[in-house]
Nanobody, 117 residues
Framework: QVQLVESGGGLVQPGGSLRLSCAAS????????MSWVRQAPGKGLEWVSD????????YYADSVKGRFTISTDNAKRTVYLEMNSLKPEDTAVYYC??????????WGQGTQVTVSS
């Protein structure tokens, strides 16, 4: 059974940095898409970034482009989200999502990121 475990969230001041991790386990397929999705208080889900398991070009939402970097360690089946120049509007629960084409989606439990002075 696919399991995704996020870590690395916390409280940070505006302008600060955090690194989120998502460790995936419980599967043998090798082709999938890893994404980060967030949900701010009182708002809907917002896609943040994604990257294919074999590497390739990452994609970012305009709201985080130039500040966030997604990367993967395929050997560890772990995806990272390096978040710099954090803003209060980045405050959200950040979820890791694994998409196995065509129609399988798996979610982690989420990790809270709070940007506040």
């Amino acid at each position: 059974q696919v399991q995704l475990v996020e870590s690395g969230g916390g409280l940070v001041q505006p302008g600060g940095s955090l690194r989120l991790s998502c460790a995936a386990s419980g599967f043998t397929f090798s082709s999938y898409l890893m994404s980060w999705v967030r949900q701010a208080p009182g708002k809907g889900l917002e896609w943040v970034s994604d990257i294919k398991s074999g590497g390739g070009s990452p994609y970012y939402a305009d709201s985080v482009k130039g500040r966030f970097t997604i990367s993967t360690d395929n050997a560890k089946r772990t995806v990272y989200l390096e978040m710099n120049s954090l803003k209060p509007e980045d405050t959200a629960v950040y979820y890791c999502n694994l998409h196995r084409p065509p129609s399988y989606y798996y979610w982690g439990q989420g990790t809270q990121v709070t940007v506040s002075s």
